[in-house]
């Protein structure tokens, strides 16, 4: 009689006759199946779109360049070291925003 270690890797089997581990592989069918199912698509989804209004060239002239200074280089047609730090910030707190509204089910 084998019974899993956990609901949520049924690769890792105990023996109940020789309480040994047995390693059981998949094929690639079973393994991305179960990758696809820990994958939060929605998240993902969310945080693609939210990188890429960051960097728009409209959120970041008008949006990061008003809130604050210094973030955008005109002469030379980029952000600087500090519109980066900002908008790497702004998509992690996006990121746990999205997280925790998952969480309590509310998207």
């Known amino acids: 009689m084998n019974r899993y270690i956990s609901d949520c890797d049924p690769i890792l089997i105990i023996n109940d006759k020789t309480n040994q581990l047995d390693n059981k592989t998949g094929d690639l069918f079973q393994l991305s199946s179960k990758f696809y199912d820990i994958i939060n698509f929605k998240i993902a989804i969310l945080l693609f779109l939210t990188y890429y209004i960051l960097n728009t060239d409209i959120f970041i ?3 990061l360049g008003r809130l604050f200074g210094n973030v955008y280089d005109i002469s030379h047609d980029k952000l600087t070291e500090k519109g980066i730090i900002i908008s790497g910030i702004v998509l992690s707190l996006c990121y746990i925003l999205y997280d925790f509204l998952d969480k309590k ?3």
Do not use: S, V
């Open 61 to 63: 002239e008008k949006g």
């Open 105 to 107: 089910n509310i998207i």
